[in-house]
């Protein structure tokens, strides 16, 4: 097919031409392009299988693929989502280390680069550059996602529960150094009820950590013609606001108020950006911690609108030998309990300030 033999010849121009990737540099594009395999895909061929496991992550050159997901109580899979050229399928599980929650099939011939996990994971630990950008790449990625399915949650008028504290993330698998850092750069600042920290379709100034009170997500969309102002889900003691807008280094998707009177440590965007800059081993840190809040918020919005084979309802008794969607992994809860310890102890340190 000399189509595609063309497109081989040229991969790293046609890789650099792609809208995702905006951050990786020419010569972690040449790396991939000749450490991934080329395939390419008749109509119908299934790159991922939902539930099994998955040893690439695929980047679509050429043609599309359809994303299914499975429904509650029926055989057929829904289709959620088209992907073309210039998009990225499978870096969920790669981020997080899960089974895939969804299925991705070609839906006309199509040309992709599918890179090893394995390849990529030895990349990164001898090229740790090359895994703080590739965690950027794949985190606003994912970003942009959680934007869509957030938007598409408010529209259907579906309130999503509450997931695991992005905190619990970011704090398993920053250092102390790290925490320490962040506790003595932000600022500390007491928001009375009814103040706004973020404003939907402005800038957002800094990331905010939610030390005391209650804050509420709103999300504001027109309605036959009228303004309507939707609260999605409130954020409790250790969640985490403003990441998205950080890492799209665009201006807010929803509003964010104090319900009640609170405390945050507000740590500035830019200070965060130089950080990120000059030491990139935290910037490795950083990204994979928030891509990992990401997918956990994708997958629980997916479960809320009742896909996933294996979500159950909360009257089902859990069997033993079955990995469900929305519960948390035994690997993930060692750290979820010394990022914990963690939070605790930038708590106490900020109150003794």
């Given at each position: ?56 992550i695929?980047?679509?050159l ?16 829904q ?8 998009e ?22 199509s ?16 090229d ?62 007491n ?66 108020k ?82 914990g310890?963690?939070?605790k102890?930038m ?7």
């Amino acid at each position: 097919n000399k189509t595609a033999l063309s497109l081989v010849s040229t991969m790293p121009p046609v890789l650099t031409q792609l809208n995702n990737l905006k951050v990786l540099e020419p010569p972690d594009i040449e790396w991939m392009a000749q450490t991934g395999t080329h395939k390419e895909m008749p109509v119908d061929t299934v790159l991922i299988q939902e539930g099994q496991h998955s040893d690439s992550i695929y980047f679509i050159l050429d043609g599309t693929v359809a994303v299914l997901i499975s429904q509650n109580n029926s055989e057929d899979d829904q289709e959620i989502a088209r992907c073309s050229k210039g998009e990225v399928v499978g870096e969920m599980s790669f981020i997080d280390d899960r089974l895939p929650s969804a299925t991705v099939k070609t839906v006309e011939p199509s040309l992709v680069l599918a890179l090893s996990k394995r390849q990529l994971q030895i990349k990164m630990e001898r090229d740790p550059d090359f895994g703080a950008r590739l965690y950027q790449e794949l985190t606003a990625i994912l970003s942009s996602r959680l934007r869509s399915v957030s938007k598409l949650l408010a529209q259907n008028k579906i309130v999503p529960g509450q997931a695991l504290r992005k905190v619990l993330f970011l704090f398993a698998i920053l250092n102390d150094n790290d925490i320490d850092w962040m506790v003595t750069r932000g600022k500390k600042q007491n928001a009375p009820a009814g103040t706004s920290l973020i404003q939907q379709d402005q800038p957002v100034e800094a990331l905010y950590f939610l030390l005391q009170g209650n804050l509420a997500v709103i999300f504001s969309m027109m309605v036959e013609g009228k303004p309507v102002e939707k609260e999605l889900a409130r954020r409790a003691s250790g969640e985490i606001v403003g990441e998205m807008s950080f890492v799209e280094a665009g201006n807010a998707s929803a509003s964010i108020k104090c319900a009640e009177n609170s405390v945050v440590l507000a740590v500035p965007q830019q200070m965060l950006r130089e950080k990120i800059q000059r030491d990139r081993g935290f910037a490795t840190r950083f990204y994979r911690a928030i891509s990992l809040v990401l997918i956990d918020r994708l997958r629980e919005g997916l479960i809320q609108r009742g896909f996933g084979q294996k979500a159950y309802s909360q009257d089902q008794q859990l069997a033993e030998d079955i990995e469900y969607e929305d519960e948390i992994p035994l690997d993930v809860l060692e750290p979820t309990l010394l990022a914990g310890t963690r939070f605790k102890w930038m708590m106490n340190r900020l109150q003794r300030n």
